[in-house]
């Protein structure tokens, strides 16, 4: 008898195991650094279920049925809910990438070292990016991680699907949240971009047998470099901030 309810009891535990496993597969593959395209295969599975040993007892809910004839439904929700948090989080990794993106642009550094990561990025992107992963997995992004899955099962229960308004809703927010703080932490580039030019035109217009191009264009590389010497702690210090104000209340409006 006895040993009959440990193995109902062990069955539950692993079905149980891998429904979490579903989530938080989905998720960490979009994590920053733990899903990046340059980790093996390999190492995401053993992280994913690093991750479910942890979630899985610490879950704030009673398992649901766990029959096979709800296991469909089970796949489903847990994928996609994954799928949103791993979503929501990489976006702050393409906020960084596009800021590095207009920042090159603006300072005509955009296509030096443009191969160098596995998708091509303008110098300042990668730098940045790389930066600022390495910030988050030393600030911690794998406990923040742990406990943004554990409270993930408060606001998106297990074996439930999400309103399609509500996701589309929340998922317009973020991407404005991105594109918003993408334009904010290049802002100094652009704006030095655009006094540079201004006083280019007008040195052109004042000596117009001046080639201002050639004098011009060393000097906003230099520029554009030193400036990124001065301005990358701060720019990865706010996005920090703003990914731990994500991850600590995903579901709520960004200000």
Do not use: C
């Not at 991680?145 to 589309?168: E, K, N, Q, R, W």
């Not at 703003?242 to 209340?249: K, T, V």
């Amino acid at each position: 008898m006895a040993a009959a309810e440990a193995i109902s009891l062990l069955q539950t535990q692993l079905w149980l195991g891998f429904v979490v496993f579903l989530r938080v597969g989905a998720a960490v593959a979009l994590l920053p650094g733990f899903g990046e395209q340059s980790v093996p295969m390999r190492i995401k599975l053993v992280v994913a279920i690093a991750f479910t040993l942890i979630v899985a007892p610490a879950l704030p809910q009673e398992p649901p049925d766990l029959s096979i004839n709800s296991m469909v439904l089970l796949v489903a929700t847990e994928t996609v809910a994954g799928v949103l948090i791993g979503l929501g989080v990489r976006l702050f990794t393409l906020a960084l990438q596009t800021a590095g993106a207009i920042a090159a642009q603006s300072t005509s550094l955009s296509q030096i070292l443009g191969g160098a990561a596995i998708e091509p990025l303008p110098a300042m992107g990668y730098v940045l990016s790389v930066g600022a992963i390495a910030l988050a997995v030393m600030a911690g992004l794998h406990i923040k991680a742990a406990h943004l899955l554990i409270h993930s099962y408060v606001l998106l229960p297990m074996g439930l699907f999400s309103t399609g308004s509500d996701v589309a809703d929340w998922g317009l927010t973020q991407v404005a949240h991105a594109f918003e703080l993408a334009f904010l932490l290049a802002a100094p580039f652009v704006l030095m971009s655009v006094l540079y030019n201004l006083a280019l035109g007008v040195i052109n217009k004042a000596m117009p047998q001046l080639m201002v191009a050639f004098v011009g264009a060393p000097v906003i590389t230099l520029g554009g470099l030193f400036l990124l010497f001065l301005a990358a702690p701060i720019m990865l210090s706010v996005w920090l901030a703003a990914l731990d104000q994500f991850m600590a209340s995903p579901f709520e409006a960004q200000r």
